[in-house]
T-cell receptor, first 116, second 115 residues
Framework: AQSVTQLGSHVSVSEGALVLLRCNYS??????LFWYVQYPNQGLQLLLK??????LVKGINGFEAEFKKSETSFHLTKPSAHMSDAAEYFC??????????????FGPGTRLSVLP | DTEVTQTPKHLVMGMTNKKSLKCEQH?????MYWYKQKAKKPPELMFV???????INESVPSRFSPECPNSSLLNLHLHALQPEDSALYLC??????????????FGPGTRLTVT
């Protein structure tokens, strides 16, 4: 079974600083990976996804992520944090089985705080 | 239109009440999902409907009863809930449940409190 870990349940950065949120996956097959953001009291919004086309994936709101097979990682970055980036971020891997269809496996999440 | 809508936004119910959560999408998606999310946790899958048929039930107690009246609507009927069922209930949809490449679109959720 595939799984996702996110190192750091809480990350704090200063406004304007680099944002780095870590995601590592375990998978025996090429993974399909997603980053979602959840603002307080809201649903999840897709930031970006990796589906094996390009290893560097650009998403919305200035975020990007790089797939590194050798490190089994898909870390999320943003060059300059903005106050509005404060939210919960979930990394997810998508897999399937013949009887199950698509299954999203979410990581535990990382809460990003942005300090003024 | 890439929006999934959910009503109500908030719901408080007693343990003997019967209530329903509603979800709607107009993206032509053929898969719809119910998730339960506890505070500071990731969403947990409850049910999957694919082409209006229940495809997956993640061993959810029978006090939760899903219904898919048509391809755009998804309901979750609630009866005799327990306080531990208090959570954010998220609806999501995707074009097709069989493809691992496709993202799921989430609604804003219903915050349920069981008293």
């Amino acid at each position: 079974a595939q799984s996702v870990t996110q190192l750091g349940s809480h990350v704090s950065v200063s406004e304007g600083a680099l944002v780095l949120l870590r995601c590592n996956y375990s998978s025996s097959v090429p993974p399909y990976l997603f980053w979602y953001v959840q603002y307080p009291n809201q649903g999840l919004q897709l930031l970006l996804k990796y589906t094996s086309a390009a290893t560097l994936v650009k998403g919305i709101n200035g975020f990007e992520a790089e797939f590194k097979k050798s490190e089994t990682s898909f870390h999320l970055t943003k060059p300059s944090a903005h106050m509005s980036d404060a939210a919960e971020y979930f990394c997810a891997v998508s897999d399937s089985s013949p009887n199950y269809g698509q299954n999203f496996v979410f990581g535990p999440g990382t809460r990003l705080s942005v300090l003024p | 239109d890439t929006e999934v809508t959910q009503t109500p936004k908030h719901l408080v119910m007693g343990m003997t009440n019967k209530k329903s959560l509603k979800c709607e999408q107009h993206m032509g998606h053929r898969a719809m999902y119910w998730y339960k999310q506890k505070a500071k946790k990731p969403p947990e899958l409850m049910f999957v409907y694919s082409y209006e048929k229940l495809s997956i039930n993640e061993s959810v107690p029978s006090r939760f009863s899903p219904e898919c009246p048509n391809s755009s609507l998804l309901n979750l009927h609630l009866h005799a809930l327990q306080p531990e069922d208090s959570a954010l209930y998220l609806c999501a949809s995707s074009q097709d449940h069989t493809s691992v490449l496709l993202e799921q679109y989430f609604g804003p959720g219903t915050r349920l409190t069981v008293t």
